[in-house]
């Protein structure tokens, strides 16, 4: 009687807080990654593969016509500008290296959505090893019923 007591005073209590770290552990995850089942978070999704893939057309078609992009210390102030400046260098460098999301949380504030997210690169570019931490801020609007992308902030 005794051994079955101290079963249920001393291992219990641990099995359950193996329980409960794994039941928190699956809810930190799900946090990390939120909000992409919604319309804008498929326009950023889209946009993130229209680059991956060399898309030109549809990366543009998501971009507001005033959009801002700040990459680097420099700012790009409409699609126009990114398509003709640093799109394509982006495309070429996104196509020699991998990126794999390490979170990305979108939130919809009526007409307006946040979309920040992390990953991490690595690869290999123009001869020199790619590893680290990128970060990303979208935000969108919604005009009319579309969504378009209206500010990036890209930084590593």
Partial sequence: MKIKLLVLLF???VIMSFAASAHEKEH???GMFSGLDTP????????????NTGDKITAKSLLADDVTIYEGGGVERSADEYAQHHMNSDMEY???VTNKAL?????VLGNTA???SRFLVNGMFKGEERDYQSMETIVLINT???WKIKHIHWSN
């Avoid at 979170?103 to 939130?107: G, I, L, P």
């Fill in 11 to 13: 291992i219990m209590p």
């Fill in 28 to 30: 930190h995850e799900k």
């Fill in 40 to 51: 804008a978070a498929k326009i950023v999704i889209a946009f993130h593969h229209a680059l």
């Fill in 94 to 96: 996104l196509s020699s």
């Fill in 103 to 107: 979170e990305h949380q979108v939130k």
């Fill in 114 to 116: 946040i979309s920040a």
């Fill in 144 to 146: 009319e019923g579309e």
